[in-house]
């Protein structure tokens, strides 16, 4: 992890660790580390809807334009939008201002290469250097050659429209609860699911600039299942802030998880031959449930790191074409170079028109293994000590030698917020839950 960037960009509460001088400071040096054409280099700028957003947005297109480059504005729009459009409008670069499924307070931005694609550790400590150790020195523009700022009218539809040709099935007849959190999606949802012809049901769709994953989207699935089960809906789907996630509720209620949704998919693209390599890429997080179905089903389950950059980047190296995060982070290479909340809901729902399946019939090919997670706010301090602490150490290991082979446990820093994440997986509930709740314990004591 970098100084500045985490997993998923750089990230903070805005106004206080992500400040505009701090926008105006990555501006610049996004633009200087990216800008490698001989012509005006042009960057696409999209966010979200908290109300900090327009603030921090205007900041980072400020720093672009100080060096000589021109910025698209987007508006809000989703964070696979502005990795799509980026291509599409032949931007040198995207930026996208958002904290994904944080609360309002926070806020942050994802850098696109001029391919849509997330940056490499080189290209983010690059830019790390010169906003830190102003290596090289910024060369601001003089008057006549300071970037200018225009607006794209109709931005998301040509992402929308972008979507819809990626179907090939009519969703006519399905009865569709949709949450889009409060955020991005609440411009773009709608008229997708609509076009294609399902029945939907609006949920968490009127932002106010604070309710931004208030009680609702991905992270928060009670309302969605409520609204499920009172309404008879074939199922529900979930976006996050940036909606780059999506979280599937069926009709029963059941929540189906990003492992789920990729094991659904990957047996329907092995099936009819567009699985690339036979092959699915998960994380060091996915359930030990999904590599047994994968290996029951003769397919390989390859797993990095966690976050979808090291998803996409393991799926570019070895050409393959589907991988994804249990959080909901689906990579559908053929037609997206990120995770994207609203093409995995369509894909899964056309799926389901296709072969005739409800949500809780398809995903019972899957059997979850019992997992806890627990998240432990730390401190600053105690977050950079983790990995040396002993007794922390100590207490993981002690959890791996009572689980023996039959669980696993993964306790890692979050890459976006001051939390320690604990999960432990097994095959006896109560058993996870001991063993989890004692390594919470000991992180509290220790780096809280």
Do not use: W
Request: glycine fraction near 12%.
């Amino acid at each position: 992890m970098g100084r500045l960037f985490g997993t998923d960009g750089v990230r903070g509460i805005a106004n206080e660790n992500l400040s505009c001088e701090l926008m105006l400071a990555l501006g610049r040096a996004a633009a200087m580390a990216l800008s490698d054409s001989a012509r005006r280099p042009l960057f696409t700028v999209g966010m979200d809807t908290r109300a900090s957003s327009e603030m921090l947005a205007c900041a980072f297109a400020a720093g672009v334009c100080s060096v000589g480059a021109d910025v698209l504005m987007l508006g809000v729009a989703p964070t696979p939008a502005v990795s799509y459009l980026t291509g599409k409008y032949g931007a040198d670069a995207g930026a996208m201002i958002s904290a994904s499924h944080n609360s309002a307070e926070f806020n942050g931005v994802k850098l696109f290469s001029s391919d849509g694609c997330k940056l490499s550790d080189a290209l983010e400590e690059r830019i790390e250097a010169i906003v830190l150790d102003r290596k090289p020195a910024l060369r601001l523009s003089d008057g006549a050659g300071v970037g200018r700022v225009s607006v794209r009218e109709g931005a998301v539809a040509d992402y929308v429209d972008h979507l819809r040709e990626t179907m090939s099935t009519s969703l006519s007849g399905m009865r569709i609860a949709v949450d889009c959190a409060n955020g991005a999606a609440s411009v773009t949802a709608r008229r997708l699911l609509t076009d294609l012809g399902a029945d939907c049901r609006m949920l968490f769709d009127r932002p106010d600039g604070r309710n931004i994953n208030a009680g609702c989207g991905s992270t928060h699935l009670d309302a969605l299942r409520d609204c499920v089960l009172a309404h008879g809906m074939d199922a529900g789907v979930a976006f996050d802030g940036d909606a780059d996630r999506c979280l599937c509720v069926d009709g029963k209620g059941n929540v189906v998880d990003g492992d789920a949704i990729m094991a659904i998919c990957a047996l329907d693209l092995k099936r009819r031959g567009r699985l690339e390599k036979d092959t699915v890429v998960g994380t060091i997080l996915s359930n030990m449930g999904f590599g047994r179905f994968c290996e029951e089903n003769g397919i390989h389950l390859v797993t990095t790191k966690v976050g979808d950059r090291f998803v996409l980047e393991k799926m570019l190296q070895e050409a393959y074409n589907l991988g994804g995060e249990p959080s909901g982070h689906i990579i559908f290479r053929d037609f997206a170079a990120t995770g994207d909340g609203q093409l995995t809901a369509i894909q899964l729902l056309g799926l389901l028109k296709r072969e005739g399946l409800s949500l809780e019939d398809a995903a019972g090919i899957m059997v979850r293994c019992p997992q806890v997670s627990i998240n432990v706010p730390v401190s600053g301090e105690g977050r950079r000590k983790f990995c040396m602490d002993a007794e922390v150490r100590s207490a993981i290991e002690a959890a791996e030698s009572a689980l023996g082979r039959d669980g696993r446990v993964v306790v890692r820093a979050s890459g976006t917020e001051p939390l320690i994440r604990v999960m432990v997986e097994g095959l006896e509930m109560r058993q996870i839950q001991r063993e989890a709740q004692r390594i919470a314990q000991v992180i509290r004591a220790r780096l809280a």
